[in-house]
């Protein structure tokens, strides 16, 4: 395999609302990212993917871009991000910046313009089609429920309308207008001129449309309506001749690392999307999300435990082991739960389980993201009222709560358990007002328990959750064992349920992972291990809460949460 930059790098999701405030102004900004850089680099983070930082009106938090090549004032401007480039470089730490591609805001100067005169150039950037038979064009849902379809303001009167897959203020940009997309690679270049080394590209499948908007088979949300993403799947196989031209156009030009928001990854999909011949360097593991959003609201969202993740994961990494492509294995994002509240069950939902889990999770094979918080094992927050929320889905779903004749208490408790307010709350520094995230009021709700679990207080504990990440961090990139953790082939072990353990295997080494996170005890027998050569190969290379290793008897047992990283030969 030809090597990459990239390979064998550590990444960490910035979500800059939520990072650190530099100014009082209750939002996190650039200045407060650069701040934490010593923080992120002691850590060990070598590529930092930045959640939207463009000029918007964050009807999405950010996902929603007015201004392509800009900074929201919110944020800084572009000389603090050029600053916050060049410090990141001298600390050995590439920028990695969020592309929007599929859509834009509604406030963004083409929309305007493209309403406002809709034979306009600017109008064919969009999709506006018109009626069919008095009706909307099709009956696709989009991903915050609702129609995809929406009257193109200023002329409600007429049977035209505009398509958005996400929410109404996020107009679908039209992929099959050759000017768009000339504007599309003017702004990635623009990054890259400025000294950006990668992207991560959101919500990329959408941009494929079907020109005669014909309508799916309803869903099971009964509602006659079909998800947008199963038009995705269903043209997934036009997406390649709009990607290929993308990855020439930019990427190609600076040897960008490009890691894609793809879900629906199959065997044969897997090398198009993925790797040296494909369209993006690597791809999310998204597959558990798969899995609970196949289901259309958070009330059916199926609950995941170690065992059914575990699964998801390993089949991830079973579809791209014998390809030139990475995946990026991820616990949490920002559009998604606490990994740690989320998979793991309830007496594990503590410092425990945030090492038992981290270490499961950071010797996969691939480029490892890490989510912020997740170093000191946040968990969920508590919403105590809808007021709490503020995310749009989330509202979505306490109003589609109620009108199923829950209570407001059910409802909060369904909704605060799924929604992705729980990764945007923000990061706990320390134990003083508003956990030293702000001086000033935060704009999300600050996690309950911010007097203990933080930054500051984990920094000097040896056994804090942080100090194991740097640990294992400091392992993967181990001079012995970083070829093996980076390149070596990944093998599933199976054991007892609740018990999570791999190989990775390479000519050199084999070296097992093995987490427990049932409510007993358990004990493996080395000697019956297929790689286990002699007690005196052996090594015991890092542990996390109960886990003992006893060579004179070739045993090893692993408490509640107990995990183990054990070199085998
Ligand atoms: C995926 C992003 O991660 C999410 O936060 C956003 O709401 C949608 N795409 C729409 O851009």
Redesign the pocket.
């Known amino acids: 395999m030809e090597h990459k930059w990239w390979h064998g790098k550590i990444a960490y999701q910035i979500y800059p609302k939520s990072f650190c405030d530099s100014n009082g102004d209750g939002f996190g900004d650039l200045q407060g990212i650069i701040s934490k850089l010593d923080y992120l680099h002691d850590l060990g983070v070598e590529l930092l993917w930045i959640?939207p930082v463009y000029p918007s009106p964050f009807v999405?938090?950010g996902?929603?871009i007015s201004d392509y090549c800009n900074i929201d004032p919110v944020f800084g401007d572009l000389a603090t991000f050029d600053r916050l480039l060049s410090e990141a470089k001298k600390r050995n730490i590439e920028i990695i910046m969020?592309l929007?591609l599929?859509?834009c805001s509604s406030e963004h100067p083409w929309f305007k313009k493209a309403c406002a005169d809709l034979n306009s150039e600017e109008a064919g950037y969009f999709y506006f089609v018109k009626g069919k038979d008095g009706k909307k064009p099709n009956n696709l849902r989009s991903?915050?429920g609702g129609s995809v379809w929406d009257k193109i303001p200023g002329h409600e009167q007429e049977d035209i309308y505009y398509s958005h897959?996400?929410?109404k203020a996020?107009p679908d940009l039209n992929w099959n207008n050759p000017k768009l997309r000339e504007e599309i690679f003017k702004l990635v270049n623009f990054w890259i001129d400025r000294g950006v080394r990668g992207f991560r590209i959101?919500?990329i499948l959408s941009i494929v449309k079907d020109l005669s908007f014909p309508d799916l088979p309803a869903d099971s949300a009964n509602d006659g309506m079909s998800h947008a993403a199963n038009m995705n799947a269903k043209l997934l196989d036009r997406i390649g001749p709009y990607l290929n031209e993308l990855k020439e156009r930019t990427f190609n030009r600076a040897d960008c690392f490009t890691v894609g928001?793809v879900l629906t990854v199959t065997k044969e999909s897997v090398k198009e999307f993925a790797g040296d011949h494909g369209y993006f360097s690597t791809l999310f593991d998204l597959s558990p999300r798969e899995v609970i959003e196949s289901h259309p609201h958070y009330v059916e969202f199926p609950t995941m435990m170690p065992d059914d993740y575990a699964r998801c994961v390993f089949n991830t990494q079973e579809l791209y082991q014998n390809t030139d492509a990475f995946v990026a294995p991820i616990m949490e994002?920002?559009?998604e739960p606490r990994g740690v509240s989320y998979y793991l069950p309830d007496y594990l939902r503590n410092a425990t389980g945030a090492k038992c889990l981290g270490t499961f999770l950071m010797m996969l094979r691939g480029i490892p993201f890490i989510y912020q918080g997740q170093e000191i094992g946040m968990t969920n927050t508590e919403f105590t009222s809808p007021d709490d929320f503020d995310d749009l889905?989330a509202k979505e779903e306490i109003r589609y709560c109620l009108e199923c004749g829950m209570s407001i208490e059910e409802s909060l408790k369904i909704v605060g358990r799924h929604t992705?307010d729980n990764a945007r709350t923000p990061v706990l520094w320390d134990d003083s007002a508003n956990a030293g995230f702000t001086t000033g009021k935060p704009w999300l709700k600050v996690h309950q328990d911010y007097q203990h679990l933080n930054v500051k207080s984990q920094l000097n504990d040896p056994d804090s959750v942080l100090n194991h990440y740097k640990k294992l961090i400091a392992l993967r990139k181990d001079e012995a064992l970083s070829e093996t953790f980076t390149y070596g082939k990944f093998e599933r072990l199976t054991l007892q349920s609740g018990v999570l353990a791999y190989y990775r295997v390479d000519d050199h080494h084999k070296v097992l992972i093995i987490a427990n996170t049932n409510t007993t005890p358990y004990s493996y027998d080395l000697s019956q291990d297929k790689y286990f050569k002699d007690s005196e190969h052996t090594q015991l290379k890092l542990s996390a809460n109960e886990a003992s290793l006893n060579l004179e008897q070739n045993n090893l047992v692993l408490g509640v949460g107990g995990a183990a990283i054990i070199q085998l030969s």
């Open positions: 959640s999405d938090q996902y929603d969020d929007v599929n859509h991903y915050f897959y996400f929410a996020q959101d919500a928001e994002n920002h559009d889905y992705r």
